[in-house]
C-alpha cells in the first residue's frame, strides 16, 4: 500500500519542494521499471519514518524527463537527497534503507 505522505513532483513544483527548510529525499521512478517497483515500499516506509522531518517525493521521469535531465538521472532508479536545494547524496539502483535513512539524518544536520 502506496503512503500518502509520499510527494508526488512535478517540474512546477520541483524547485521549491527541494529549496524548503528540511531535506527532501527524491526517487526518480518509471511506472516499466523492476527495480523502481521493489523501491517503492522502502520509499513509502521513509516517507512514513520521516513524517514531519523530512520530504519524501517521487519524480516520474516518462512524466517528468526535463527534471531527470536537468539532475543528470541516466538510470533509474536514482535517489537524490538534498537540502537546501543542494545535493548532498546520490543513489542508483538498489539500497538498503538504512542507506537513505542516514543520508537523510547526514541532510537534516546539513540544511540547519
Do not use: Q
Request: aromatic share 8%; glycine share 10%.
Amino acid at each position: 500500500m502506496a503512503s500518502d505522505k509520499v510527494v508526488h513532483l512535478t517540474e512546477g513544483a520541483f524547485d521549491k519542494v527541494i529549496t524548503g527548510d528540511k531535506p527532501v529525499l527524491v526517487d526518480f521512478w518509471a511506472e516499466w521499471c523492476g527495480p523502481c517497483k521493489a523501491l517503492g515500499p522502502t520509499i513509502d516506509k521513509l516517507a512514513d519514518s520521516f513524517d514531519g522531518r523530512a520530504i519524501i517525493a517521487k519524480v516520474d521521469i516518462d512524466a517528468e524527463g526535463p527534471i531527470g535531465v536537468k539532475y543528470g538521472v541516466s538510470s533509474i532508479p536514482t535517489v537524490i537527497v538534498f537540502a537546501g536545494g543542494k545535493e548532498v547524496k546520490r543513489f542508483v539502483g538498489l539500497r538498503p534503507e538504512a542507506d537513505y535513512a542516514n543520508a537523510i539524518e547526514v541532510a537534516a544536520g546539513a540544511a540547519t
